[in-house]
């Protein structure tokens, strides 16, 4: 139910778009995030929006933006002046109401994103 595009190869300093996009008989969604995991390391989480607030992990505050597109379902993080330490598969994460009162956890996905010259 979630698909995430816009991974890929691109310079130190660069800048890539990721989107992720729920799918199916949608009631509404909580939240949604980005998460990524780098060989050998655990997944963490990147970014968060929820309503109208948004977290950020500290190594990518002023760098990566979270921002959604209600109307479409779809999460998007602008990833801005990457770094090598960027590298890693990212995922999207949604929490998913089918209906009122019940709220299911998702994951899309992995895309890679590899920062290297």
């Known amino acids: 139910q979630l698909q995430a595009s816009g991974g890929g190869l691109v310079q130190p300093g660069g800048s890539l778009r990721l989107s992720c996009t729920a799918s199916?008989?949608?009631?509404?969604?909580?939240?949604m995030a980005w998460y990524r995991q780098a060989p050998g390391e655990q997944r963490e989480l990147v970014a968060s929006?929820?309503?109208?607030?948004?977290n950020y992990v500290d190594s990518v505050k002023g760098r990566f933006t979270i921002s959604r597109d209600n109307a479409k379902n779809t999460v998007y993080l602008q990833m801005n002046s990457l770094k090598p330490e960027d590298t890693a598969s990212y995922y999207c994460?949604?929490?998913?109401?089918?209906?009122?009162?019940?709220?299911?956890?998702?994951w899309g996905k992995g895309t890679l994103v590899t920062v290297s010259s």
């Open positions: 994460n949604a929490e998913i109401s089918w209906r009122p009162g019940i709220l299911d956890n998702y």
């Open positions: 199916g008989s949608i009631f509404s969604i909580k939240t």
């Open positions: 929006s929820s309503g109208r607030s948004t």
